[in-house]
């Protein structure tokens, strides 16, 4: 009978992840949405195109039901303030930080 000696005593779990699919929350739309405009801070056109592509992937995932209609419509009103600004108003949007938290809705003042 051979033995083998291993140098970690104990094994990992295996995880199934199979079962539910990973669905993106609130938060991580958000956060993927800022980092993508932050990326492009000095170049809003570019921005402006890559925020097309990213609203391409949340219709899609709104179609096929993994984001509920209130976050998308949040995700659509950012996205149609972010694709309508000029230069100068890019940047305070990027740096407004209630425009980036949940449940944000665009004040009366500025419509």
Same mark, same amino acid.
């Given at each position: 009978?051979?033995?083998?000696?291993?140098?970690?005593?104990?094994?990992? $779990?295996?995880?199934?992840?199979?079962?539910?699919?990973?669905?993106? !929350?609130?938060?991580?739309?958000?956060? /993927?949405?800022?980092?993508?405009?932050? !990326?492009?801070?000095?170049?809003?056109?570019? !921005?402006?195109?890559?925020?097309?592509?990213?609203?391409?992937?949340?219709?899609?995932?709104?179609?096929?039901?993994?984001?509920?209609?209130?976050?998308?419509?949040?995700?659509?009103?950012?996205?149609?303030?972010?694709?309508?600004?000029?230069?100068?108003?890019?940047?305070?949007?990027?740096? /407004?930080?209630?425009?980036? $938290?949940? !449940?944000?809705?665009?004040?009366?003042?500025?419509?």
């Amino acid at each position: 009978m051979q033995y083998t000696m291993r140098w970690w005593p104990f094994q990992r $779990k295996k995880v199934d992840l199979t079962n539910e699919p990973q669905i993106k !929350g609130t938060r991580t739309w958000l956060q /993927d949405l800022h980092a993508l405009c932050e !990326g492009c801070y000095n170049d809003h056109a570019k !921005g402006k195109e890559e925020i097309i592509i990213l609203q391409n992937a949340w219709k899609e995932a709104h179609q096929k039901m993994e984001l509920p209609d209130k976050l998308f419509d949040g995700l659509e009103r950012r996205a149609a303030s972010l694709l309508l600004c000029d230069s100068e108003e890019w940047l305070n949007l990027l740096n /407004d930080e209630s425009f980036w $938290k949940p !449940g944000w809705r665009r004040s009366e003042q500025s419509e």
